[in-house]
């Protein structure tokens, strides 16, 4: 499932490609996705211009001359910039073709992605009002997150999950977190010093900035625009390495269920 670093390294990739470029027309060859694409948005998005770019969360907003699409990938959904006459691929559902000759092709198997248009400020829309702080802003700190886990008794792993606290931390980077900051991810949240939340939320920025240079995560069914597969993968310290050593102890890394999610951590460096 993309992640915010997937998502952040696809605004990055499709940016230069059409900000500035006008909408020659739309394509849809599927209307459903997790809602249905609205009908009425060919006629809507048609010669408007991409003025801005931005991310919320899992959310790509393409802002335009007259209106903002808010675009999430769901479970397998991606993005691809493409010569507009480039042969269509099963579950190539969406193109959004620019006067350029540029296509902005979305594709996804599972079809749980979204596309829905606002006129309205888009942070204000129902779907990104309620998301929490984002991570790579200046309003994420230790201190935020030690005031909101006040009293909690759910685990510190769902805590950090949890996108109405931070935007956009799914199980791969909550992982990944938790063992470079040495907290035992079944832990109740609320039990958490201050000091830890610091050193957590330090991890969540690292590895949230790392994989972003390393170009996002590649898990089955994500490839980045270029079609080509991110980096991060190859560097994860605790996710997907059950049954083999922890790279700090040597400890075999274990997994458990939380909140139906797989957990990774080593029994030995994350005991707190
Ligand atoms: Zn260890």
């Not at 408007?48 to 393409?62: E, F």
């Not at 296509?103 to 992605?113: A, I």
Request: proline residues 5%; hydrophobic residues 35%; aromatic residues 8%.
């Amino acid at each position: 499932m993309p992640e915010l670093p997937e998502v952040e390294t696809i605004k990055r990739g499709i940016e230069p490609h059409i900000l500035g470029q006008t909408i020659d027309r739309l394509e849809i060859r599927e209307h459903r996705l997790r809602w249905p694409v609205p009908r009425e948005l060919p006629a809507l998005l048609r010669a408007r211009r991409i003025v801005a770019l931005a991310r919320r969360g899992k959310y790509i907003l393409l802002g335009t001359d007259g209106g903002t699409l808010l675009l999430h990938l769901g479970m397998s959904g991606s993005l691809r910039v493409t010569p507009k006459d480039q042969a269509i691929s099963k579950h190539d559902h969406i193109d959004v073709l620019f006067t350029n000759g540029c296509c902005l092709r979305y594709h996804d198997p599972r079809r749980f992605g979204a596309l829905v248009w606002t006129q309205d400020n888009p942070l204000q829309h129902p779907l990104l009002a309620s998301l929490g702080r984002e991570p790579l802003d200046g309003g994420f700190s230790g201190a935020y997150l030690y005031a909101a886990a006040c009293g909690l008794k759910t685990s510190v792993k769902n805590f950090i999950m949890d996108s109405h606290i931070i935007a956009g931390v799914g199980n791969i980077y909550a992982n990944e977190a938790l063992y470079r900051a040495a907290i035992d991810p079944r832990r109740s949240a609320g039990q958490i010093s201050r000091k830890r939340y610091r050193r957590l939320a330090e991890s969540i920025r690292w590895v949230l900035i790392r994989a972003i240079e390393l170009g996002g995560t590649t898990l089955r069914d994500f490839v980045n625009e270029s079609g080509s597969p991110g980096y991060f993968q190859q560097t994860l310290q605790a996710y997907g390495r059950e049954g083999l050593p922890c790279q700090r102890c040597s400890t075999l890394i274990t997994r458990v269920r939380l909140g139906q999610r797989s957990t990774f951590y080593c029994s030995r460096c994350q005991q707190r």
